[in-house]
């Protein structure tokens, strides 16, 4: 029995010690440098699904031939980043489905491009959202509009299992997300909201948090980019403006450089 004991324990000892070591690696060997390597750029809305419309325009339009700009500055200038569109023609994409192409494709960032309306014809300026429930009751207008997408969807009630975009109480579930990717996020927004406002002098309204649905099962850091408000006659004719979107669209790509470069440089 003694000697049972005392090997039990020697086989313990040596699991224990086995697993400590286990924790370290060998001398000179180092962790997998992180490199930024795919991007899903996300036209909002499309085909069935037009977003707002403005006096001219649809949003879906607007936010297409940004998302198409976007990438092609990123494949241009950015050789060893792989850009994969959620959709690049007038088609409609399910709203879940969009989160599940990046996250099928490992990508490292996700960014969903729309245009913003209100009812007041006045408002005005860019910003970018996060995943987040901070400030939800001011911003529940636009988030019930963005994730009300889902109405449209065949079979959405069993698809969404019961969530109702336009239910307050719906948005519960959202308070249990994970917050692994906010930081990544909340810089990446920041950066574009700063370019908007010093590189295409539109006026910021800065980085906030909403509860999308679209940013809420991305497993990478997330944004949602709104251009401006189309329901705006103003802002409606900037963003229709080849030029503007191709400052737009430059201003995107140049925050994704820069947090790229950020990134990368803390390895």
């Known amino acids: 029995m003694e000697r049972f004991k005392v090997k039990n324990i020697l086989l313990i000892s040596i699991f224990t010690l086995s697993l400590v070591f286990a924790g370290f690696s060998p001398t000179g060997t180092k962790a997998p440098e992180y490199r930024l390597k795919r991007v899903v750029i996300d036209a ?3 085909g069935k699904d037009p977003g707002a419309v403005g006096a001219v325009s649809k949003e879906k339009d607007i936010a297409l031939a940004v998302a198409l700009k976007v990438g092609e ?8 980043v792989e850009v994969i569109y959620t959709r690049n023609s007038d088609v409609f994409v399910e ?12 990508a ?11 009812s007041n014809r006045a408002a005005y300026g860019t910003e970018t959202f ?9 911003n529940f207008e636009i988030v019930k509009r963005e994730n009300s997408v889902i109405l449209l969807e065949d079979n959405y009630e069993e698809s969404y299992e019961g969530f109702d975009p336009t239910s307050p109480e719906s948005y519960i579930m959202f308070n249990l997300t994970q917050k692994a990717f906010l930081s990544g996020s909340i810089s990446l927004a920041s950066k574009i909201e700063s370019d908007f406002s010093s590189r295409v002098n539109r006026t910021s309204r ?4 909403a509860p999308l649905y679209v940013l809420w099962t991305t497993s990478m850091p997330s944004v949602l980019v ?19 979107q191709a400052y737009l669209a430059s201003a995107i790509y140049r925050s994704i450089k820069a947090y790229k470069e950020e990134i990368e440089e803390l390895q």
């Open 73 to 80: 500055y990123v494949k241009k200038n950015l050789p060893g």
């Open 95 to 106: 709203l879940k489905e969009r989160a599940n192409i990046a996250n099928r494709n490992k």
């Open 226 to 244: 709104e251009l401006g408000f189309i329901s705006n006659r103003n802002e409606e004719a900037f963003m229709n403006n080849k030029d503007n």
């Open 206 to 209: 800065g980085v906030k948090q």
């Open 44 to 46: 909002g809305h499309g």
């Open 108 to 118: 490292d960032l996700f960014i969903s491009i729309h245009c913003n309306a209100a």
């Open 130 to 138: 996060v995943m987040g429930t901070k400030n939800f009751e001011a």
